[in-house]
């Protein structure tokens, strides 16, 4: 699927995702943790976007937010 440009920037679920990755990388990514344990699967970033997804679509279990970020075109590009 071809999605273009402007579509992207008029999203606004888009433009509030970028809006949460210039704060996460301007006072967040910077901080070294020791890490023990197993290593993520997911980062900090795409858990805050993903929870960010499920409250501006209303979505209250975790299938229902799997299953419509699967079909959602904005969301896979990510």
Same mark, same amino acid.
């Given at each position: 699927?071809? &999605?273009?440009? #402007?579509?992207?920037? +008029? @999203?606004?679920?888009?433009? @509030? *995702?970028?809006?949460? +990755?210039?704060?996460? #990388?301007?006072? *967040?990514?910077?901080?070294? $943790? ?7 699967? *997911?980062? $900090?970033?795409? &858990?805050?976007?993903?929870? =960010?997804?499920?409250?501006? #679509?209303?979505?209250?279990? =975790?299938?229902?937010? +799997?299953? +419509? =970020? #699967?079909? $959602?075109?904005?969301? =896979?590009?990510?």
């Amino acid at each position: 699927m071809i &999605i273009p440009v #402007n579509i992207t920037k +008029e @999203n606004p679920f888009y433009r @509030n *995702y970028k809006k949460v +990755e210039t704060i996460y #990388n301007k006072f *967040y990514s910077q901080t070294v $943790d020791i890490k023990i344990g197993r290593p993520k699967k *997911y980062s $900090d970033l795409q &858990i805050i976007k993903c929870q =960010l997804y499920k409250v501006m #679509n209303k979505i209250y279990c =975790l299938r229902e937010l +799997e299953w +419509e =970020l #699967n079909k $959602d075109p904005f969301f =896979l590009f990510e």
